[in-house]
């Protein structure tokens, strides 16, 4: 009786670690930009080092590039605007306001699963689109203007950043035969390139910092950015995903008290009430996606 929920604690605790992570992420990316390293800069080198992980993860798996190259190619894409966005939106904006406009990924997978894969439109689908929108609306919702809108570059950011997710989680499911390996590594690839274009194409100058903040930065991507990646994965493929999806939304919790406790930010009741509502609708889409399969198995 007690096996199961024994053999459940290290997937639990993986996604409790990865997600208490990327809540408090913002906090050295931060600190990394006062001491002159700037957000593309950072993200460029913690992703170059993970990528030299990457390398170690594609090891005979090479072939594999070859199977749906242009998906590959699209999820690479996708993923790196994810992630690229969100960091520099947790940089400079209100760090749980970008987490819950994150979380409108939700829509854009519904919407992008129809458009994609043909899916339909169920009830419960429709009833999580529109909590959603409802949420966001709440959060968004600007009197002097008359209708919701973000208020800065910082929420477009956080909101292309969830197109960009649920894309990559659309085409994740086209990709059914190629490795967890193989597309983690595309992603870090993805994100080193973005990054190294963006660089090059801004003309953006060297940082004028020092070495050891430039350390700093290859330390969080080599134990930092590898560790919430795989401990992520090694999560969801041991457990239920309607266990694993909810256990994943701490992040926001992790990120309202890193907020509250290092920061002078303060979260607002329209927040709380506009960000619980996204919250439940991405839980009930995690809700329905099981339903899915349970369906089809």
């Not at 274009?197 to 020092?210: A, E, H, N, R, Y």
């Not at 457990?239 to 890193?258: K, N, T, W």
């Amino acid at each position: 009786m007690l096996s199961k929920p024994q053999s459940h604690f290290f997937p639990v605790l993986c996604l409790l670690f990865s997600a208490t992570m990327w809540g408090i992420l913002w906090y050295p990316l931060r600190l990394l930009e006062q001491a002159g390293l700037g957000g593309l800069w950072t993200t460029l080198v913690m992703y170059s080092v993970a990528s030299l992980v990457g390398l170690w993860l594609m090891r005979g798996r090479w072939p594999e590039l070859k199977l749906h190259p242009v998906i590959l190619l699209i999820l690479a894409l996708s993923n790196a605007w994810c992630n690229v966005a969100f960091i520099l939106a947790v940089i400079d904006g209100h760090v749980v306001r970008v987490i819950l406009l994150f979380y409108l990924s939700p829509v854009w997978s519904i919407l992008l699963g129809m458009a994609i894969l043909g899916e339909r439109l169920d009830r419960m689908a429709l009833l999580t689109l529109v909590m959603a929108l409802i949420g966001a609306i709440i959060m968004l919702w600007e009197p002097e203007m008359g209708m919701p809108w973000p208020r800065d570059s910082s929420e477009w950011l956080a909101i292309s950043s969830g197109m960009g997710f649920a894309l990559a989680n659309v085409l994740v499911r086209k990709l059914q035969d190629v490795s967890i390996q193989v597309k983690t590594a595309s992603t870090w690839f993805g994100v080193t390139t973005l990054a190294l274009v963006w660089v090059i194409s801004s003309g953006m100058s060297l940082p004028d910092t020092s070495w050891h903040v430039v350390g700093y930065a290859a330390l969080l991507g080599g134990v930092g950015i590898v560790l919430m990646t795989l401990t992520v994965l090694y999560g969801v493929t041991h457990m239920p995903i309607s266990r694993s999806a909810v256990i994943l939304l701490f992040e926001v919790v992790a990120g309202a008290v890193s907020s509250q406790l290092l920061s002078n930010e303060v979260i607002q009741l329209v927040e709380w009430i506009g960000g619980g509502v996204i919250i439940w609708a991405a839980y009930l889409s995690t809700r329905s996606h099981l339903n899915e399969q349970k369906i089809q198995n």
